[in-house]
């Protein structure tokens, strides 16, 4: 498992499923795939009807609605588990799409994000124009510093 914030982790089918794991790390959600969903008792968890294989006119859909969803358990100060059976696909593909659409990354800089707390990241070739469909559609990035810069050392006149 990998942790990608403070609030959100990404891993393997074999994380989710270890709860003492899970607890040590206060994980209280989990975001997981249908074909590989594990529940816990004692956690939230999402199913997401995403295959790793195949991708139709639904996916960008369903995709975006793991979004929001992980979006809002953010929002609430909640801890995240993203997991797909090994940690390095659908995960991968949700988190992307997260800051891309959330957080206004490019999906250069998205992926770059994630490889470098998720090494094994390999994402199915086929959700790269739904990412890249995403991109085009983002929110700009908003830089904190830049913006405290500015409002603190106002150009001259």
């Known amino acids: 498992m990998s942790e990608i914030t403070e609030q959100i982790w990404i891993g393997s089918y074999e994380n989710a ?92 800089l998205a992926y770059s994000h994630i490889t470098f707390r998720r090494y094994q990241a390999n994402i199915n070739k086929n959700y790269i124009s739904i990412l890249k469909e995403i991109e085009l559609t983002k929110p700009p990035m908003k830089c904190q510093y830049l913006t405290s810069q500015h409002q603190q050392h106002p150009p001259s006149p």
């Open 17 to 108: 499923s270890d709860n003492t794991f899970l607890s040590e790390r206060r994980i209280t959600h989990l975001i997981g795939f249908s074909n590989i969903f594990n529940l816990h008792s004692s956690r939230f968890s999402y199913n997401i009807p995403l295959s790793d294989t195949s991708v139709d006119e639904k996916t960008k859909s369903i995709l975006l609605t793991a979004v929001s969803i992980l979006d809002g358990l953010v929002q609430e100060g909640r801890k995240i588990m993203v997991h797909c059976f090994h940690g390095n696909n659908l995960s991968v593909i949700i988190l992307m799409a997260y800051y891309i659409h959330c957080k206004g990354y490019s999906f250069d």
